[in-house]
């Protein structure tokens, strides 16, 4: 960004008073009013800022005017409270040191505003990230809230604070922010209870009852309306330029970013109802018979609400509010109360539940905003206390706030115009002193443990007797008479003896920022800060986990009859250590200063401004700055921080720090009279000289860093280099090593071929040597064998020539023939005539002559079996033959016959007597004898009847009486006709004309048909004296039935009934005969 004013140059009026070129009160004040007419509120004395108060909002905190001012030189820029707010910020960051930003000036002067200014910068400068910003907005929101409770419209500010507040930021070495902590420093309670004519109560009291929800006020049990109130003062509850509701709504949002639970919140907002409900309660007197009055609750109303609130019994809470119990040597006596001490409890009741409920506050947030992380922490300290105040009528309270800011300026006066000027003689500056004001003296009068007021103070509390606020003054008047600061009406300092402006009971102090009347009259009580134990035990009995929490006294099981230090004590310890602590930092200073009285923008007060710019030792501040130097180090620091400016001592010095700096400087162009050589430290008068310096070294460290980047950039781009150089070597070995093994395989496979192409070629050509070789020597030996066959032959012809041939070629054959018997008889097969086995062919030659063998053999080994024969056997198997003649391939039924063996006789008749008397009847030689089936003619149903055949005839008889049914010589049978399927059918055809022809034929069925004709046919051939007997095979024939012929047809039928062949007359002329199909 552009700069647009340096503080040395174009400056309205003067930036840095340093630089007014003629210092007088008048020019002093005459620089601030110009720079204040025209909106330049901050003016520099030095480092120490000035800040006067605009009275309304000007354009110069907006976020561009936050970059403008991040990271630039604290002189480069016109004076603003961020140059200061920056070069604090940086100097934590940069060089480690722990900072305090002291904001000091009177009440209204714009102190509170000034910090939070200078928290928003930081905020805005430090880093950014979720976790760091969370931080930052929880350390900002604070802020709302404490004012909202701890700060009040008072006649010298709208927005006074009421107590003392330093903060902790907390940074890490980043500089971004961890988190903080929040001291406070006694809150202003008294003003709870009562408010001076002008000012209000606790700004908290007006926001909730304006800005919260109708249901919430309903649930709290209160009332828009101010004026229901005793504790709220009315003639000012409304503020211009102060909208309360809005103002509730940002504190309850407030209280979310900060982190307080809905719960809490509620329980705040609850204690903050039930003070403005103990306000309401009011007492009225009770005569008792000892003649004393008691006090009692006028109405009960508001003390049932506040009970109810805070979960307390009433009953408890009134008898606290009646009776007070005082212990004394381990007893309890219970006094009653009188009006005016109810009222007095309940008021300290009030004060107790607020402030405790404020401390509670503060450590709710500290709990949020303390820092999570355990590491080092760098700290800013931001100091925002109650300004200095007078008013027409001062307590206590004022007398606190007054002696804290006594202190503050006593730490102003210390660290800049005593220590700097200390500081000079110390080092051996040449220096003439500059008188100023030490307030040193004031802080004594107040502060000193023997003799000092609060010392004093705290013995009239603890003293036993009546003590009062009057026997307090009375002890001020003798021990304090003699301080020049202090009157009092009846001091020794007699000339205010006459002075009755000075009232009684009261008594003056000359602070530092002029004279405050302080009135006496509940200094005793303040400082006690006596709550009943009572009202103490009442409330550590409520049902409200927050109240039971603010008063752990009341715990009956804690009892402590230890008296608890006093306030005015309590105060003390706290300012001596915040002193202590902000002695260890490195001190900013702020100086608010408060233009009019009347809160007005554009205003300018010249004898208010005096005034205050006075008794801030503001001249005396500038005359040391002008004297002296603006800046100082210690050698070492100094050259640490510019040695780059001089080759000589960059980057290293080797002798001692201060003649390093003495070199430097002598080689910069700067004019020796702007720097003086201390003993440790080295002082330069001018800021622009500092400036200059720093220009210089900001220069140098561009080129250094430049330098360095370029050798960082050398190095790394170099080992970068290196790296791909290796690496690229690395690569090429590996490929090389690759390319030549391929080259070297590829070299390698080829030989290999050539080597077996030329070994082959070489083998190929041996053989084709070797080879013609042997052919050479086989025609040789070939040639030579004809050569010896010619030449034998040739001598052996004329014995050979006629018949060797056919010798040679019958003994060939003779020798094969030989051959061939010999090797027959060796695989001659077995004798068996069914053994169908020969041995194969030889020679093609020998086909004949091997087939007759064969047969001859077959012959042979037939005739051999035969002759095996006995005479039946041999009749028995010229009987298979003749039927094998007759049947074979003729009848069906013959296959099955050929294993069956004739048998003749199956009757055995002869041997049975059952037929003794058929047996008589036949002469003959019975040739067969069987029971056959006689097919009747009308119907076609077989009769058994037992058939006899012998030499001559045949006959028929009864199987069961053996009775001969018919005897027919043979030569009367002509012929015999059967079928050419499997039955057993046969027709025995009689000899037209003979006698047994009368009956007609015979149609008989037999199981042993084919024996039966066969012998027929045999006896037939056999018999001289008649011819052989015909056999007729058809499926169809005729048959003589006495006078009818019939034709008898075989038909192929279906198997019924097993496999019976059935025979039925169809008509008079046909008899069918069904023979089952074989399956
Ligand atoms: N820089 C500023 N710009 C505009 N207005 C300002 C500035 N500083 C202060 N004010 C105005 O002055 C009023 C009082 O300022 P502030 O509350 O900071 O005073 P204070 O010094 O903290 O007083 P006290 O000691 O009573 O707390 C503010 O409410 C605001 O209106
Ligand atoms: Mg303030």
Same mark, same amino acid.
């Not at 970013?257 to 007492?283: R, Y």
């Given at each position: ?22 210092? !007088? ?10 720079? &204040? ?21 000007? +354009? ?10 991040? =990271?630039?030189? &604290?002189?480069?820029?016109? +004076? ?22 002291? %904001? ?97 109560? &606790? ?132 006094? !009653?109360? =009188? ?18 409920? &404020? ?45 804290? =800011? ?8 210390? *660290? ?51 003590? @009062? ?58 400082? =006690? ?63 608010? %200063? ?186 040789? !030996? ?25 010798? %040679? ?76 003649? *007759? ?86 049978? @002509? ?105």
């Amino acid at each position: 960004m552009e700069v647009k004013t340096s503080l040395l140059d174009n400056m309205i009026g003067v930036g840095d008073m340093v630089l007014l070129e003629v210092l !007088t009160e008048d020019s002093f004040i005459e620089n601030l009013r110009k720079r &204040f007419d025209h909106n330049e509120i901050y003016t520099y004395i030095g480092s120490v800022v000035i800040s006067m108060n605009p009275y309304r909002p000007l +354009p110069i905190y907006t976020p561009e005017k936050v970059e403008e001012y991040r =990271n630039r030189n &604290f002189y480069e820029l016109s +004076p603003h409270i961020f140059a200061l707010a920056d070069e604090a910020y940086r100097s934590l960051r940069d060089q480690d040191k722990d900072q305090c930003i002291l %904001i000091t000036g009177e009440s209204g002067a714009g102190k509170t505003e000034a910090s939070k200014l200078v928290m928003s910068y930081v905020a805005a400068v430090c880093g950014k990230g979720q976790e760091v910003n969370k931080v930052k907005e929880q350390l900002l929101q604070s802020n709302p809230v404490l004012e909202a409770f701890g700060n009040a419209k008072t006649v010298r500010n709208d927005n006074s604070s009421r107590f003392g507040k330093y903060m902790d930021i907390e940074f890490d070495f980043k500089g971004d922010p961890l988190g903080g902590v929040i001291s406070n420093y006694l809150l202003e309670k008294s003003r709870v209870v009562k408010q001076p004519r002008g000012e209000r109560n &606790f700004h908290i009291f007006y926001q909730l009852l304006s800005g919260a929800s109708d249901d919430t006020l309903k649930r709290l049990k209160l009332d828009r309306d101010f004026s229901k109130y005793n504790y709220l003062s009315l003639d000012s509850a409304a503020v211009n330029g102060l909208d309360d509701a809005a103002n509730f709504r940002t504190v309850r949002n407030a209280m979310q970013i900060v982190g307080f639970m809905e719960d809490e919140v509620q329980s705040v907002l609850e204690l903050v109802a039930a003070v403005l409900k103990l306000g309401n309660i009011e007492f009225k007197p009770e005569s008792r018979s000892n003649g004393t009055d008691e006090s009692r609750i006028k109405d009960k109303n508001d003390l049932k609400e506040m009970c109810e609130l805070l979960g307390i019994e009433q009953s408890v809470l009134e008898r606290a509010f009646s009776y007070r119990t005082v212990e004394a040597k381990m007893e309890k006596v219970a006094t !009653t109360l =009188n009006v005016a001490q109810a009222y007095y409890a309940r008021d300290a009741l009030a004060k107790n539940l607020y402030s405790r409920l &404020f401390t509670w506050l503060v450590s709710r947030i500290n709990e949020s905003i303390k820092a999570q992380a355990k590491t080092r922490h760098k700290v800013m300290g931001v100091l925002d206390i109650y300004g200095f105040e007078i008013f027409e009528d001062n307590s206590f309270e004022q007398f606190i706030i007054n002696y804290c =800011n006594e202190k503050l300026q006593q730490i102003f006066i210390e *660290l800049t115009l005593r220590e700097e000027q200390e500081e000079y003689i110390r080092e051996g500056i040449e220096w003439t002193n500059i008188e100023y004001f030490n307030n040193a003296i004031i802080c004594d009068l107040i502060e000193n443990n023997q003799n000092g007021i609060l010392a004093m103070l705290d013995e009239e509390c603890l003293r036993p007797g009546t003590v @009062t606020d009057e026997t307090f003054l009375d002890k001020l008047n003798t021990i304090c008479a003699e301080h020049q600061h202090f009157e009092s009406r009846l001091s020794k300092n007699s000339k205010f003896l006459n002075d009755h402006s000075l009232p009684h009971s009261c008594f003056r102090i000359q602070h530092y920022a002029g004279k405050v009347l302080y009135r006496v009259e509940g200094f005793v009580d303040k400082n =006690n800060d006596l709550l009943y134990r009572d009202l103490s035990q009442a409330m550590y009995k409520a049902n409200h986990s927050l109240i039971k929490q603010l008063f752990p006294e009341g715990n009956p099981a804690k009892v402590n009859l230890k008296r608890p230090p006093t306030a005015g004590s309590q105060f003390k310890a706290s300012v001596g250590t915040l002193m202590r602590n902000l002695q260890t930092k490195n001190p900013n200073y702020i100086r608010c %200063i408060k233009p009019n009285d009347k809160k007005a923008s554009h205003v300018f007060t010249e004898s208010l401004v005096r005034h205050q710019s006075r008794y801030l030792g503001l001249m005396e501040n500038v005359r040391v700055r002008r004297a002296g130097y603006a800046f100082r180090q210690p050698y070492e620091s100094c050259l640490e921080r510019y040695k780059m400016l001089c080759k000589r001592t960059w980057p290293h010095w080797k002798g001692p720090a201060r003649e390093g700096v003495e070199v430097l400087m002598g080689e910069l162009p700067v004019p020796a009279e702007e720097y003086s050589y201390g003993r440790s430290k080295i002082f330069i008068r001018n800021p622009r000289t500092l400036f200059f310096l720093e220009e210089r070294r900001r220069q140098c460290l561009q080129e250094l860093a430049t330098l360095i980047q370029k050798i960082y950039r050398g190095w790394k781009w170099r080992t970068y280099f290196l790296r791909l150089k290796k690496s690229q070597i690395v690569v090429s070995a590996w490929y090389r090593r690759y390319a030549q093994q391929k080259k070297y395989d590829k070299i390698k496979s080829s030989t290999i071929v050539m080597q077996s192409y030329i070994r082959g070629w070489q083998a190929r050509k041996l053989l084709r040597r070797l080879k013609y070789q042997k052919r050479c020597e086989e025609a040789v !030996t070939t040639i030579t064998a004809y050569w010896h066959g010619t030449q034998v032959r040739r001598e052996y012809r004329k014995y050979f020539r006629a018949n060797a041939g056919r010798k %040679i070629y019958e003994f060939t054959i003779q020798r094969i023939m030989q051959k061939y018997f010999l090797s027959l008889k060796s695989s001659m097969p077995s004798k068996s005539p069914i053994d169908k086995n020969w041995p194969a062919r030889p020679y093609l030659f020998l086909d004949a002559v091997h087939t007759e063998l064969r047969r001859i053999f077959h012959l042979w080994r037939c005739k051999k079996y035969r002759s095996q024969f006995t005479e039946e056997k041999k009749a028995v198997y010229e009987e298979k033959l003749e039927a094998s003649k *007759l049947f074979k391939d003729k009848k069906a039924l013959y296959p099955s016959s050929v294993s069956q063996p004739f048998k003749g006789d199956y009757l055995e008749i002869r041997k049975n007597p059952k037929y003794q008397k058929l047996n008589s009847a036949v002469e003959e030689k019975v040739l067969l004898a069987d029971v056959v089936n006689k097919i009747n003619r009308a119907n076609g149903k077989g009769t058994a009847r037992i058939f006899l055949l012998t030499k001559k005839n045949f006959v028929l008889a009864d199987q069961k009486t053996g009775q001969v049914k018919a005897s027919v010589p043979l030569p009367d049978l @002509t012929s015999v006709s059967v079928s050419t399927q499997s039955d057993g059918f046969f027709a025995l055809r009689l000899k037209e004309g003979s006698a047994s022809a009368v009956k007609g034929d015979f149609l008989l069925s037999s199981e042993h048909l084919i024996e039966i004709i066969t012998k027929l046919h045999r006896i037939g051939a056999t018999a001289a004296d008649r011819e052989q007997i015909d056999i007729d095979i058809s499926d169809e024939f005729l048959v003589q039935f006495k006078q009818d012929k019939v034709c008898v047809k075989f038909v192929q039928g279906v198997a019924k009934n097993g496999n019976s062949v059935s025979c039925k007359r169809k008509n008079n002329r046909l008899l069918e005969v069904s023979v089952p199909t074989k399956a």
